[in-house]
């Protein structure tokens, strides 16, 4: 029976140490992808990769080497272990520093010295028995050539070194999380503080202080099974404060990525190992070969871990990040997400209900005109027997007078087509409707012939479309308002950015109001700003809300009128001017192209088609233009703030 129990806490060991080596190679990788450019990232990762290459080196002992291999894996592993101190006092140093305490050359050389220490140690494992001493072993409950480590002369010295670097390691964070300034800054520096433990208590070689071969025997199996499950809970706490440095992303965002993240990724992991290890043991109690079970096993564990994760989320970032008032707007944000579609969705919705109705009416033709704009428009359309434009345009009168008495039983002919109006139903005490398009078939005969099925089929897709026109309308405006809200979100989320985890600065003047070519960060939002402010031109958050609003050219230019909205327009105009080349103007013109698209698409406001259409290029083409023009538009702003600033007159 005790052979059996060590043996079950061996192989208990063997999969904790795996999952060990997952989680925080999992979280080393996760934390250089999202964020590299933060210092306090790259030096936990120096952490994280000690961790990782020491549990690594536990697992491949497991998998019964040879002597030699077994002796050199030992020594390997102390790679991890010598360098982790140093790693330790290298991430508080960079802890301290987000508050505005750097090392000024102390704390430097400090850890240069560290890890010069560290380097002799792990020379000392590697090639000589100073440090470490591997003798073979035999263990009462195990079979096979096993190694243990006994301590070394020079092993106290590292005890030593060991400890200082710790100690100095948690003073440094302790210091940081006094001079935080905020709850919330100050809480997580404790929760590092805390967790910078960890790693330190998880792979200090506590081995060494014992016999050779304690960790084998059932009470040192027991110890190391516990310590393990406490390491691997410690690494997820450590984690989590660590994702919020360097982050531009709102704390919601951090938690939820890395919920999502960690059961998706490491958790899976985790079940897979666990799956591996104990299936030989369970189908041999079943009487089932383990190779021929073993891929069916690991497939049904990850597909219904997955399924359970599916589920469990949405509750799981209820419960552990949506609380109270955020989780009402969290739903509603939700919803409308689950409900948004793109402008080709709904069009393709509406192409859908066509060649419904031309299927069962039995014709090939069948369009749909949107009312919603000043000129009516086929926005989608089955069969190549449709109207063109300009007819549509001159017969609007005529058209509007025959829709006035159609209906779904009764719809008015016009030019082969059979059509009834297209209407969306006010919510007010008189229940009037506003028609916003125009439902086209094409005739099968020269009399309405229409029975009472295929006019009440008739009727509803006219509903259904009629509703997808509606919801084209709606969801224009949302995009049309997120465009202009979106860069100021954009500006206070990198404002909070920088204001993490720092003291208040005297002066920190707004990248809008003096934008700097070398900070790519503040060109970009400026850009972003007069993107949104030429597409909101004749109206909307993007202008009246801008933070260009802020420029002194645009003060400059208000002259007393309390309407900084035509001051700000009046100056985009100037800068649109300024790209205007010298000679007359030609639509084809290359040197004319950005001007071209400047002026037809902002001050005229006509629509991409149409623009693409007179300057003869595709969409795509003008797109890209468009975005070269306004960038250009950018940089003559840029220019005329900074005139302004040092007074050269190019101010308005």
């Not at 520093?97 to 000392?124: C, D, E, H, K, Q």
């Not at 799956?275 to 369970?282: E, G, L, V």
């Not at 402010?533 to 202008?543: C, K, N, Q, S, T």
């Not at 071209?596 to 006509?606: A, D, H, T, V």
Request: charged share 20%.
């Amino acid at each position: 029976m005790e052979n059996l129990f060590a043996s079950l806490l061996s192989l208990i060991n063997e999969t904790l140490a795996s999952a060990i080596v997952i989680v925080a190679a999992s979280f080393l990788l996760y934390n250089l992808t999202r964020n590299f450019h933060d210092r306090v990232v790259r030096t936990s990762a120096l952490v994280l990769g000690c961790v990782t290459i020491s549990y690594v080196c536990d697992v491949l002992v497991s998998l019964d080497p040879s002597p030699r291999t077994y002796a050199a894996i030992l020594r390997l592993q102390w790679i991890g272990i010598a360098f982790l101190p140093v790693a330790l006092v290298h991430l508080s140093d960079a802890l301290l520093a987000t508050t505005n305490m750097p090392s000024r050359g102390r704390r430097r050389r400090v850890i240069r010295i560290f890890y010069l220490v560290s380097a002799v140690f792990l020379l000392l494992a590697a090639f000589t028995n100073t440090l470490i001493i591997p003798v073979p072993i035999s263990p009462e409950y195990f079979t096979g050539q096993l190694f243990g480590l006994q301590a070394g002369p020079a092993f106290i010295v590292y005890i030593i070194y060991f400890l200082i670097a710790t100690v100095f390691a948690w003073i440094n964070v302790g210091r940081a999380r006094r001079r935080c300034l905020t709850r919330d800054t100050r809480r997580r520096m404790g929760y590092l503080q805390f967790a910078l433990l960890t790693p330190a208590i998880g792979i200090f070689p506590f081995s060494l202080l014992l016999g050779a071969g304690e960790e084998y025997s059932l009470l040192g199996l027991m110890s190391v099974v516990i310590a393990n499950i406490i390491i691997i809970l410690l690494l997820v706490f450590l984690a989590y404060p660590l994702s919020f440095f360097g982050s531009r992303d709102p704390d919601r965002v951090v938690k939820v990525d890395l919920l999502r993240f960690f059961l998706r990724g490491p958790a899976t992991g985790i079940l897979i190992i666990v799956t591996i290890f104990f299936i030989n043991p369970a189908t041999r109690i079943l009487g089932i070969p383990s190779d021929n079970f073993l891929p069916f096993a690991v497939v049904a564990v990850v597909l219904l871990w997955q399924w359970l994760v599916a589920l469990a989320l949405p509750y799981l970032e209820r419960w552990l990040v949506y609380k109270g008032e955020d989780r009402e707007q969290f739903d509603r944000l939700q919803r409308l997400s689950d409900r948004l579609m793109t402008h080709d969705d709904l069009v393709q919705l509406l192409e859908a209900t066509l060649a419904a109705t031309c299927d069962y009416l039995r014709v090939n033709t069948a369009f749909v005109i949107s009312l919603l704009d000043p000129f009516p428009e086929i926005i989608s359309a089955i069969g190549p027997a449709r109207p063109k434009q300009d007819t549509i345009s001159e017969d609007m009168i005529a058209i509007g007078t025959a829709l006035d008495q159609a209906s779904a039983s009764s719809p008015a002919s016009w030019h082969g087509f059979w059509i009834l109006p297209l209407t969306h139903q006010q919510h007010d005490s008189a229940h009037t409707s506003t028609r916003i398009g125009i439902f086209a078939i094409q005739a099968r005969a020269t009399v309405i012939d229409l029975n009472e099925d295929e006019s009440a089929m008739l009727d509803v897709m006219a509903q259904r479309a009629a509703q997808t026109l509606e919801d084209l309308a709606v969801q224009s405006e949302i995009v049309a308002s997120l465009e202009g809200l979106v860069p100021q979100l954009t500006l206070t989320t990198s404002a909070r950015d920088r204001m993490e985890f720092r003291p208040p600065p005297t002066s920190s003047p707004l990248p809008i109001a003096a934008p700097k070519d070398d900070v790519i960060g503040d060109t970009e939002q400026f850009k972003e700003q007069v993107r949104a402010a030429l597409r909101h031109y004749w109206g909307g958050p993007g202008l009246s809300q801008s933070r260009l609003l802020d420029l002194t050219i645009v003060q400059s230019a208000m002259n007393g009128d309390d309407n900084p909205s035509k001051a700000l327009r009046y100056v985009l105009t100037k800068a649109i001017e300024a790209q205007k080349p010298p000679g007359e103007r030609k639509l084809h013109s290359p040197e004319w192209t950005l001007y071209n698209i400047l002026e037809l698409r902002f001050l005229k406001g006509e629509k991409v088609r149409d623009v693409g259409l007179k300057l003869a290029m595709s969409e795509a083409d003008l797109y890209r233009k468009q975005r070269v023009a306004i960038d250009a538009v950018a940089d003559t702003l840029i220019d005329m703030e900074r005139g302004a600033h040092l007074g050269t007159g190019n101010n308005p």
